[in-house]
């Protein structure tokens, strides 16, 4: 310290010289800092409130005030569609897809007003119907897609053929026992005696019909 102060008294030019030097160069680097930021908010837009989920939230949950949160992001990075700018548009709204922290909540991921339960997860123009779980059914859960198999008993009856696949081409006793009645459809809900699924208006007759005339069994499927 003493030494500091002998040169500012031997050399003030060169002391006022160096904090110059040292004010200029903070300058610079805020004017950069500075820049930077205003390049970035002209290239991603202004920040704008929108809610997103406070944790990973499963498909079918009911959204609460734990759920969900406000977060400042830049235009560029929200997603098309409707978006709202507070949290009370989502609270009380059924998730149709699985949520992970972070992520935007807009009006296509959340039921409509009203609509709860099952029947909120439940796509336009399909049908839910329930089946009975077996020591045989894989374990599933909400979100899953399952092929549905119908299995007859031939020697009692060979069900329906308007769905049997091969009943154009062939006689009952050689017809397959086991055909899909039901593709690709969407778990709704997971419970401990019988799952229930989503099929289209057109599967719901032919699925219906082979619960009560033979037994299903659910097949796991790619997503």
Same mark, same amino acid.
């Given at each position: /310290? ?18 110059? %030097?040292?004010?200029l160069? *903070?300058?610079?680097? /805020?004017?950069?800092? &500075?820049? +930077? ?8 837009? *202004? ?6 989920a $406070? ?6 949950t009911? @959204?609460?005030?734990?759920?969900v949160?406000?977060? /400042?992001?830049?235009?560029? =990075?929200?997603?098309? +569609?409707?978006?709202? %700018? $507070? ?22 991921k ?23 779980? *077996?020591?045989?059914?894989?374990? @599933?859960?909400?979100?899953?897609? &399952? #092929?549905? @198999?119908?299995?007859? #008993?031939? %020697? ?6 308007t769905?049997?696949?091969s ?11 086991t055909f ?16 229930? =699924?989503a &099929?289209?208006? #057109? ?5 219906a019909y082979?619960?009560?005339? +033979?037994?299903? *069994? ?6």
């Amino acid at each position: /310290m003493r030494k500091l102060r002998y040169l500012v008294r031997r050399l003030p030019i060169l002391y006022w010289v160096g904090a110059l %030097s040292l004010v200029l160069c *903070t300058g610079l680097a /805020m004017a950069r800092i &500075v820049g +930077g930021a205003q390049t970035a908010a002209a290239q991603f837009g *202004t920040l704008r409130p929108v809610p997103v989920a $406070s944790h990973d939230v499963p498909v079918g949950t009911s @959204l609460g005030a734990s759920d969900v949160r406000i977060r /400042m992001l830049p235009r560029a =990075v929200i997603p098309h +569609g409707d978006v709202a %700018s $507070s949290t009370d548009a989502v609270i009380g709204h059924v998730a149709l897809v699985p949520l992970s922290e972070g992520e935007v909540v807009t009006a296509a991921k959340v039921a409509p007003t009203g609509l709860t339960g099952i029947t909120a997860l439940l796509p336009d123009d399909a049908r839910a119907l329930a089946i009975p779980t *077996t020591a045989g059914t894989p374990p @599933l859960q909400r979100g899953d897609h &399952v #092929d549905l @198999l119908a299995s007859f #008993d031939l %020697s009692d009856s060979p069900g329906p053929t308007t769905i049997t696949p091969s009943a154009a081409h062939s006689s009952p006793e050689t017809a397959a026992p086991t055909f899909p009645v039901a593709r690709h459809a969407t778990v709704l809900d997971v419970a401990s005696k019988a799952i229930t =699924v989503a &099929v289209t208006a #057109d599967e719901a007759p032919r699925l219906a019909y082979a619960l009560t005339h +033979g037994a299903i *069994t659910l097949a796991l499927t790619a997503p």
